[in-house]
């Protein structure tokens, strides 16, 4: 499946459509590792394995690709040092930054609905 050219009509962005590049983007961010990577980075400049040490089960495969997606859609910035062995540092841009804020409001609604949702688990399972 290849990425659509962005015509700048409003079918680009409708979410309702199967085929609109906002569900591509909306797929491509709304997963947990890059849900994950976005929060860790917050306003911090991480070497990959600083990242991956930061985000608890995460595979060096799974990094590796959410990293590159992130890049690709312009939400993180990898830069590489010529250094022996070379460095790359990831940080986020400007756009990843304010994605993060809908991020944190995420997390907040986690933290404060958790208990709610165990003990509808629990009466769900039960």
């Given at each position: 499946?290849?990425?659509r050219r962005l015509t700048g009509l409003p079918d680009d962005a409708d979410l309702a459509?199967?085929?609109?590049?906002?569900?591509?983007?909306?797929?491509?961010?709304?997963?947990?590792?890059?849900?994950?990577?976005?929060?860790?980075?917050?306003?911090?400049?991480?070497?990959?394995?600083?990242?991956?040490?930061e985000v608890?089960?995460?595979s060096h495969k799974m990094l590796t690709q959410n990293l590159r997606m992130l890049e690709r859609n312009g939400l993180v910035e990898r830069t590489v040092y010529p250094t022996v062995?070379?460095?790359?540092?990831?940080t986020l841009t400007d756009p990843g930054r304010a994605l993060r804020v809908t991020i944190d409001g995420l997390c907040d609604w986690t933290?404060?609905?958790?208990?709610?949702?165990?003990?509808?688990?629990?009466?769900?399972d039960g």
């Open positions: 499946m290849g990425t459509r199967a085929d609109s590049l906002g569900r591509e983007i909306f797929s491509d961010v709304a997963n947990k590792w890059a849900l994950l990577i976005i929060e860790f980075l917050g306003e911090r400049t991480l070497r990959f394995s600083e990242l991956r040490n608890e089960g995460i062995p070379p460095r790359v540092e990831y933290h404060q609905y958790l208990g709610h949702i165990e003990d509808s688990r629990r009466r769900f």
